[in-house]
């Protein structure tokens, strides 16, 4: 029997992160070894035009059974997203230096997509690694929904089965202090943590994916 196939898409560096945790978890579980599952690790460019383009190619390339894209973000703890809606806003630019204000991802699209990861068993089996984890109801405006709404929309019109989800993990202690200023009061969260996130997050997909190949009585 065929191993199922996990893409993890983790976004490189921006604006607000020169190295960002995301692109770094990514190749990180690419090299491990899983029992389970195969996991395809890469780096999605922070890039608001070119990025349907991109996932698209990814999802045609490797036809994964699961998609789970990884961002950072200011949450105190690893976030298992469950909406991604359409829309972008945000004056932080992107790659390009772009910029959007109220500008949907899809010009008459859905206003959201549910995402079909097993959220709540993936944010138990964080917990249990002694992470700290929640579901979240909102993914923001930048690039991290785009990519939990697009994602979705593009399996929808392949006809496809793909899972579909997002996780946000937290800055880096690291990059919090390259930050200008004084009394910087962010959260923070080490690599090592984010990345055990990661790892629990597989399995519990893997372990949803096989449940669901099983044959029913």
Not at 133 to 160: D, K, P, V, W
Not at 182 to 192: C, G, V
Request: glycine residues 6%; negative net charge; proline residues 6%.
């Amino acid at each position: 029997m065929m191993k199922p196939k996990i893409l993890l898409a983790g976004y490189g560096s921006w604006a607000k992160a020169d190295t960002n945790p995301a692109q770094a978890i990514a190749l990180e579980m690419n090299a491990r070894h899983w029992d389970a599952c195969e996991v395809i690790g890469l780096e999605m460019p922070v890039a608001t035009e070119a990025l349907a383009e991109e996932i698209g190619r990814l999802l045609d390339l490797h036809a994964p059974a699961a998609w789970i894209g990884i961002g950072v973000s200011p949450a105190p703890v690893v976030q298992a997203e469950m909406v991604g809606i359409n829309w972008r806003d945000f004056d932080v630019p992107d790659v390009t230096g772009a910029t959007m204000a109220r500008t949907q991802i899809v010009e008459g699209g859905p206003a959201a997509y549910d995402a079909t990861l097993p959220n709540a068993e993936i944010v138990a089996a964080i917990r249990s690694a002694g992470v700290p984890a929640a579901l979240s109801f909102h993914a923001g405006t930048h690039l991290c929904n785009q990519m939990l709404y697009t994602a979705a929309r593009l399996i929808e019109m392949r006809g496809l089965s793909t899972l579909n989800g997002f996780i946000h993990v937290p800055q880096t202690p690291e990059n919090i202090l390259l930050e200008q200023g004084r009394n910087i009061r962010k959260p923070s969260m080490s690599l090592q943590m984010s990345s055990e996130a990661l790892a629990r997050t597989i399995e519990a997909t893997a372990r949803a994916l096989r449940e669901r190949a099983q044959p029913s009585a």
